[in-house]
Structures are given as structure tokens and as C-alpha cells.
């Protein structure tokens, strides 16, 4: 559990903050060995940087590389903060008279971000190369030409649909665990619930009961349902509304 919710907390702050990796990026690749003043400089600040690719790529391309920097987060930060939190439930941070050591934190940290970079890196290049493709008149840097599906394909929408469900069942999961709970509660002869007074109860209840990984049981189960569902959904909408019209006109 750990590790699952130490990499799902971290994608969600990854869809909030992927937008500055690509412009830290750009800015970083911008002038690559030329000494300044050789060399045009497309990105003048952070903020000229945000608007420039807006206008010029669209607003789009401030999310490039989201899914290669989700897997990586979740990868990265799964492993390290999970290692760590594992190594902290199991007490090899501690002494063997129960106090906290330095010189273990330090080393359990050490070890755990070790095994998170070196297992994400791939992912972290595949991410650098997507992050700096831009148009012609805005490019800094090699421009690799990855294409991971090609346009129109089903598999963006579903790609899109995996993405967003991340941070849409680390909203929704405290919610859902609540409602289940309140549907299957027993209930006296009048019909009223014998465990939960409401939905703001239910979840007080279990976070002060189970903790906050209590809030978010079935949480693995929520996100793989979530991009199929939605796409499926989307998918036999859109071909109803097709054969609807194809045979009433």
C-alpha cells in the first residue's frame, strides 16, 4: 500500500506541475553549448516561456510528456517513498533501544532514491525528448520525432482517459468508499442506517478509525475501471448517435 499510494499521490501532483517541467526543460536546452549572445533566445523567463508555447504550440503542449512523466513519478517516488516508508513500519530506522537512528534514515534514503532514479530513468528520457519537441520557430535542442500513437488512434483517447483517471480517483475514492458504505449499512426497522448519520460522517468515521489509507480502499480497482469505462461509454454513445441518425433520415 505504501507503494501504491506514494506513486499515486505523486502523479497527481505531477498533472498540476508537468506543465513547468516542460518549459524548465525548454529553458535548459535553450543555448546548449553557445556562448550568450550567439544564439536566439526563444524563452526569456519562465513566464514569456509559459506564453510562448501556449501561443505557438498550443495550449496543449504544456501538458507534453504527461504520460511519460506519470509512470515515472509513479515509478520513482513509489519506490523511494514507499522503500522508505517500508523500511520505517518494519523499524530498521530505529535503534535496538527504540530511537530513531541518523545515520539508517539516511541510508534507507540514500538506498530508496537510488533505486527510484536508476529504475526511472529510461522513462525520465523518453519524457525529456516528448517535452521538447516544438514547432520550428521555437525549438531548442535535438528534436527527436517520437510519436507514441498515431493521430486519430482510439489508444489517445484511452491514454487520455488513464491520465485524467488519476486524478479524478484520487478526488472521488474518499467519496466512493462513503457512499458504498452508507448503501450497504444495516438499517433499523424505520429504514435509517445504524452506523452512519451521512456522507460527512462515514468519512470522519473511517479516517479517524481505519486512517487515511482506510479512505481509499479500492483504489487500484477504481483507476483501471475508470479509462476503460469512460471510453467505452464515449465510444458506444458516439456510434448510437451515428446508427440514430444514419436510419432516421
Known amino acids: 500500500m505504501d507503494f501504491l499510494m506514494s506513486g499515486l ?24 553549448l553557445q556562448a550568450p549572445g550567439t544564439y536566439q533566445r526563444h524563452y526569456r523567463n ?57 545515520a539508517r534514515s539516511a541510508a534507507a534514503g540514500a538506498l530508496a532514491g537510488v533505486m527510484g532514479a536508476y529504475l526511472g530513468s529510461p522513462i525520465y528520457m523518453v519524457k525529456t525528448h516528448l517535452q521538447a519537441q516544438a514547432a520550428s520557430e521555437i525549438a531548442v535542442g535535438h528534436q527527436y520525432k517520437h510519436q507514441i500513437f498515431p493521430p486519430q488512434s482510439w489508444k489517445v483517447a484511452l491514454a487520455a482517459a488513464m491520465v485524467s ?35 460527512l460522517d462515514a468519512l470522519l468515521q473511517t479516517a479517524r478509525t481505519e486512517g487515511i489509507f482506510g479512505m481509499y480502499k479500492g483504489i487500484g480497482a477504481s483507476y483501471f475501471r475508470l479509462g476503460p469505462h469512460t471510453i467505452l461509454s464515449l465510444f458506444f454513445w458516439d456510434q448510437l448517435r451515428f446508427l440514430y441518425h444514419k436510419y432516421t433520415k
Open 9 to 32: 499521490a505523486a502523479c497527481g501532483a505531477c498533472v498540476f506541475t508537468n506543465p513547468l517541467e516542460v518549459v524548465k526543460t525548454r529553458m535548459q536546452l535553450q543555448g546548449e
Open 46 to 102: 519562465v513566464f514569456h516561456a509559459f506564453f510562448t508555447i501556449g501561443k505557438v504550440d498550443g495550449l496543449a503542449a504544456l501538458q507534453k510528456g504527461l504520460a511519460p512523466a506519470l509512470l515515472y513519478q509513479f515509478l520513482m517516488n513509489g519506490i523511494r517513498l514507499g522503500t522508505y516508508g517500508l523500511a520505517e513500519s518494519r523499524g530498521y530506522l530505529h535503534t535496538t533501544e527504540g530511537t530513531l537512528s541518523p
Open 165 to 199: 483517471g488519476i486524478a479524478v480517483v484520487l478526488a472521488m475514492t474518499p467519496f466512493d468508499v462513503a457512499s458504498t458504505r452508507l448503501y450497504n449499512q444495516p438499517t433499523d426497522s424505520q429504514g435509517k442506517g445504524l452506523m452512519y448519520r451521512g456522507i
